[in-house]
């Protein structure tokens, strides 16, 4: 059974910052490629960042510069370093794993994250 918990989300002044993890089990975490996902109230589901397999990532432009993925492979853990947040990156924050960029994969349950100005 597949499960992917988050942690870390919360409540944090603008200009703030938050770390999140994914804890994953039931993959053979090295091999899927590992997203953040963030759906604000009242729209569209969005990537925020993804970590590749093979060690490439890729990030928002919203966020770039801002946030940053990692991962480490022996803890089957995906970690989002959030600085300098703002307002408009509240949202719930999803975890994501793939093992084939065109597939849906495996989601976990969310964090919420809200920034206050």
């Known amino acids: 059974q597949v499960q992917l918990v988050e942690s870390g989300g919360g409540l944090v002044q603008s200009g703030g910052s938050l770390r999140l993890s994914c804890a994953a089990s039931?993959?053979?975490?090295?091999?899927?490629?590992m997203g953040w996902y963030r759906q604000a109230p009242g729209k569209q589901r969005e990537l925020v960042a993804s970590y590749t397999s093979g060690g490439t990532t890729n990030y928002a432009d919203s966020v770039k510069g801002r946030f940053t993925i990692s991962r480490d492979n022996a803890k089957n853990t995906v970690y989002l370093q959030m600085n300098s947040l703002k307002p408009e990156d509240t949202a719930v924050y999803y975890c994501?794993?793939?093992?084939?960029?065109?597939?849906?994969?495996?989601w976990g349950q969310g964090t919420q994250v809200t920034v206050s100005p």
């Open positions: 039931g993959i053979i975490f090295s091999i899927y490629h």
């Open positions: 994501n794993a793939k093992r084939f960029p065109s597939t849906n994969g495996y």
